[in-house]
Antibody, heavy 119, light 107 residues
Framework: QVQLVQSGAEVKKPGASVRVSCKASGYTFTGYYLNWVRQAPGQGLEWMAWIDPNFGGTKYAQKFQDRVTMTVDTSISTAYMELNRLTSDDTAVYYC????????????WGQGTAVTVSS | DIQMTQSPASLSAFVGDRVTITCRASQRISSYLNWYEQKPGKAPQLLIYDASSLQSGVPSRFRGSRSGTDYTLTISSLQPEDFATYFCQQSSSTPFTFGPGTKVDIK
């Protein structure tokens, strides 16, 4: 079945970086965009960026422009999101979610990766 | 950035009730409006895309509509499994933005 499986929970210190992976299965990896969305504890949803695995195109929310890097490894149908210079405000659950293109809703979501930033 | 507002922030309803949630965008979004359901500890699930298209596998009691700048999610007959938080999201332009959510709980 179509699914996105994310890497496990992370605990990081302020100033560190975290990399979250998202492995796709059950569909053509290059046929869908991958979005990254985060949710701080008890808060709403915040879109961070998308990547087009087919051509490598990316789009970032300005808020994350200089701290987020997204990459893909099409040979293993996996996307990565790296967030640098972590602060306590980055404590959240991070989701990857696919969409047919940049105008469409996100129809398949990963299970989420909890990232805790604490000294 | 396009701001999304939702109302109400929360509601209590009985099983079998008709429930309506409204979302409004601060700018024109040309029906690029999606609705998601999220249960505690779980990832969101897409219910409606393009304002009124039912996502595959979603029960037909969920309906999306648009009237001018207002977008509405209607649950025709609330079921026990529908108690959750509902978010709207615009996909008209980046940064994609979500509404703050509407929590639906049992009355």
């Amino acid at each position: 079945q179509v699914q996105l499986v994310q890497s496990g929970a992370e605990v990081k210190k302020p100033g560190a970086s975290v990399r979250v992976s998202c492995k796709a299965s059950g569909y053509t990896f290059t046929g869908y965009y991958l979005n990254w969305v985060r949710q701080a504890p008890g808060q709403g949803l915040e879109w961070m960026a998308w990547i087009d695995p087919n051509f490598g195109g990316t789009k970032y929310a300005q808020k994350f422009q200089d701290r987020v890097t997204m990459t893909v490894d099409t040979s293993i149908s996996t996307a990565y999101m790296e967030l640098n210079r972590l602060t306590s405000d980055d404590t959240a659950v991070y989701y990857c979610a696919r969409a047919p293109s940049d105008y469409y809703g996100m129809d398949v979501w990963g299970q989420g990766t909890a990232v805790t930033v604490s000294s | 950035d396009i701001q999304m507002t939702q109302s109400p922030a929360s509601l209590s309803a009985f099983v079998g009730d008709r429930v309506t949630i409204t979302c409004r965008a601060s700018q024109r979004i040309s029906s690029y409006l999606n609705w998601y359901e999220q249960k505690p500890g779980k990832a969101p699930q897409l219910l409606i895309y393009d304002a009124s298209s039912l996502q595959s596998g979603v029960p037909s009691r969920f309906r999306g509509s648009r009237s001018g700048t207002d977008y509405t999610l209607t649950i025709s007959s609330l079921q026990p499994e529908d108690f959750a938080t509902y978010f709207c999201q615009q996909s008209s332009s980046t940064p994609f933005t979500f509404g703050p959510g509407t929590k639906v709980d049992i009355k």
